[in-house]
């Protein structure tokens, strides 16, 4: 017997309501983003923070980390997200969830 056998984790699985927007073209202000995620969430507010750090002077690392209300809300914007072909996302390299889960 060299058979593989899979390890299962007894940890609880968190919820997933945070996303990290990367790679974010630096003309893109923090106006912009709301209005992608606006357009993504149908115009409801279901997100409850975006943060977009700033890298030295006025400009931002490339980086949004935005916080949903809860799972669902964050699951239906990402499908969204990654469902806009209107050339509004040119500007950002990836989106997906972020390391830090939770603000």
Not at 77 to 99: H, W
């Amino acid at each position: 017997g060299g058979e593989m056998t899979e390890l299962r984790t007894t940890q609880t699985r968190h919820p997933i309501t945070t996303l990290a927007l990367r790679g974010i073209c630096k003309a893109y202000t923090l106006e912009r983003i709301f209005d992608i995620l606006d357009a993504a969430c149908e115009d409801e507010r279901k997100y409850d923070f975006v943060h977009l750090p700033k890298s030295g002077g006025q400009t931002h690392g490339g980086l949004a980390i935005v916080n949903f209300l809860d799972e669902k809300s964050c699951g239906q914007c990402l499908q969204k997200l990654l469902a806009m072909s209107d050339g509004s996302l040119s500007g950002i390299k990836s989106i997906g969830q972020s390391y830090i889960q939770g603000f």
